[in-house]
Structure formats: structure tokens, C-alpha cells
T-cell receptor, first 115, second 115 residues
Framework: AQKITQTQPGMFVQEKEAVTLDCTYD???????LFWYKQPSSGEMIFLIY??????QNATEGRYSLNFQKARKSANLVISASQLGDSAMYFC????????????FGPGTRLSVLP | AAGVIQSPRHLIKEKRETATLKCYPI?????VYWYQQGPGQDPQFLIS???????DKGSIPDRFSAQQFSDYHSELNMSSLELGDSALYFC??????????????FGPGTRLTVT
């Protein structure tokens, strides 16, 4: 079974608008971490934001925020005020356990920001 | 700030040849991870090392082997290359699991093409 699901293969958003990229996960481990990475067309993988399973508050990093709904097992990424440079693939990933080293990635969502 | 270094950035090999990919982690990072990302796919975890010992193993083929050296750099050795091995190979590094929050920093990747 897929541990990370990203149901949106592609998304379009107008420049300066906000966009939400969906991510749901599946784990029975009470301790886990959720990550979002951005992969531009150049190929590098860029860390965006992290949410721990015990964190009480939703993570925020600049224009990125993570809408963490633990009961629903969802960790959606919200990008505010989209910029043309935000056009990229976005991967949701999960690390299980306090010391788990195996990151599992979702299939990704390709975001295109329109001028 | 220093980042993860991977070499070579591009590599072209023929079927049945061998290849060695190198990864130099961020200074003080003691954990290294290898991922394989096929065209249009999400990264798949191959193997990880912590303090020069293999710490976790994913979908790494038997034809591949890896190790981490005393200076924490790692090498991924790939033998009997197949066309399906053509992919982007990422190395990532982090502070080891004892920190609890092991955010992985990715290198730029090595693009391997097998002809």
C-alpha cells in the first residue's frame, strides 16, 4: 500500500495567488516526520518544510506553511503569494519512527505558476 | 554554506559496465543516504549509512553496493549496468539519528545514462 499519496499530478495557479498541494500518509508508528521538497527542472531536491508528529502547531517557513491534520493523516503544503519561480515538482515525504532513516516519497505534484 | 557534493554530475556508461558514484556530505554530517529517481518518478530509497555502518536498506539491487568511509564520504558501486539503471541518483546527508530530527539535505544528483 502507498504510504504517501499525492492525488494531484498537476496543478496550475495564478501568480500572487495561494495554492494548496495535498498529501495524505499512512503509518501506524506514533512518531514520524513529514517533509516537503521542491524539485525544479534543474533536478536538485530542495527542502522546504518539516512537521513532526508530536508538534502541536502547524509548521511555517516564509511563504510555505503545512496544514497538518493528524486525525485525517494529511499534511498539505500551502504556498502563499505564488511566484513564477515556484513552478516545479513538489514531493511530500515521510520518515517513520524517531530514528527511521528510510524516507518514503509520494509521487509528486507538478505545480505551474501562470503569469 | 557548504552543501552535499556529488561526482560526477553526469555519467554515460554502456550495458554491463560498472560505475562508481561519489558523495561528500555536509561537514559534520555523519549519515548518508542514496536514492534513485527514474524518469518521471519519485525518488526511491536505496541504502543509508550512519557512522560508516549500513543503517537501513531499501530497494537496492544486488548488483549495487555502497560504503561509507572514515571521512564520511560514500561511494555507490554499480556493476553489470542495465538500461533500466538510467536515472538520477541522489545522495543526501544529515546529522545522525541521535539528533531526533534528521532533515536530509540533498546533493545535486548524478545523472547516469546507460546505453
Amino acid at each position: 500500500a502507498q504510504k504517501i499519496t499525492q492525488t494531484q499530478p498537476g496543478m496550475f495557479v495564478q501568480e500572487k495567488e495561494a495554492v494548496t498541494l495535498d498529501c495524505t500518509y499512512d503509518t501506524s508508528d506514533p512518531s514520524y516526520g513529514l517533509f516537503w521538497y521542491k524539485q525544479p527542472s534543474s533536478g536538485e531536491m530542495i527542502f522546504l518544510i518539516y512537521q513532526g508528529s508530536y508538534d502541536q502547531q502547524n509548521a511555517t517557513e516564509g511563504r510555505y506553511s503545512l496544514n497538518f491534520q493528524k486525525a485525517r493523516k494529511s499534511a498539505n503544503l500551502v504556498i502563499s503569494a505564488s511566484q513564477l519561480g515556484d513552478s516545479a515538482m513538489y514531493f511530500c515525504a515521510m520518515r517513520e519512527g524517531d530514528y527511521g532513516q528510510n524516507f518514503v516519497f509520494g509521487p509528486g505534484t507538478r505545480l505551474s505558476v501562470l503569469p | 554554506a557548504a552543501g552535499v557534493i556529488q561526482s560526477p554530475r553526469h555519467l554515460i556508461k554502456e550495458k554491463r559496465e560498472t560505475a562508481t558514484l561519489k558523495c561528500y556530505p555536509i561537514p559534520r554530517h555523519d549519515t548518508v543516504y542514496w536514492y534513485q529517481q527514474g524518469p518521471g518518478q519519485d525518488p526511491q530509497f536505496l541504502i543509508s549509512f550512519y557512522e560508516k555502518m549500513q543503517s537501513d536498506k531499501g530497494s537496492i539491487p544486488d548488483r549495487f553496493s555502497a560504503q561509507q568511509f572514515s571521512d564520511y564520504h560514500s561511494e555507490l558501486n554499480m556493476s553489470s549496468l542495465e538500461l533500466g539503471d538510467s536515472a538520477l541518483y541522489f545522495c543526501a546527508s544529515s546529522l545522525g539519528p541521535m539528533t531526533g530530527f534528521n532533515e536530509q539535505y540533498f546533493g545535486p544528483g548524478t545523472r547516469l545514462t546507460v546505453t
